[in-house]
């Protein structure tokens, strides 16, 4: 008997067919390993962006998740890296952002502690 492929089924069927396998995986997967097979999509979608756009569309994934904490979460990224890095020179595009990073604290600040009169 001849081996089927793909080529055999029409668009629709292979359509079907690709969803049955999607939901028998998804079914017969533990927990940990759904975890680790989301994780690997998360690693590929957001750190293996290739060119301007797709680094555009990995931040805006990035800044709906973190919303409201993003400039808290970009805090703590510059604090940790800059321990890592102490002795080097920041360029005046780092030093600019390190500027507008103050500004939000000091906004996101000035917001929470508003009197309400």
């Given amino acids: 008997m001849e081996e089927l492929t793909f080529k055999d089924l029409s ?4 359509d079907t067919l ?11 997967m ?3 390993d759904l975890r680790k097979f989301v ?9 293996g962006t290739v060119g301007n756009l797709e680094e555009k569309e990995a931040w805006e994934e990035i800044k709906d998740h973190f919303s ?18 102490n002795l ?5 595009e780092e030093i600019e952002f390190d ?13 929470s502690s508003k009197d309400m009169w």
């Fill in 11 to 14: 668009e629709t069927e292979l």
């Fill in 18 to 28: 690709k969803d049955l396998y999607i939901s028998s995986r998804v079914n017969t």
């Fill in 30 to 32: 533990t927990e940990s």
């Fill in 39 to 47: 994780k690997e999509i998360f690693i590929d979608q957001i750190k």
């Fill in 68 to 85: 409201e904490d993003l400039s808290q979460k970009i805090l703590e990224v510059k604090e940790k890296c800059n321990k890592n890095h």
């Fill in 88 to 92: 080097e020179q920041k360029s005046p």
């Fill in 99 to 111: 500027k507008r990073l103050d500004l939000l604290k000091q906004n996101e600040e000035g917001k």
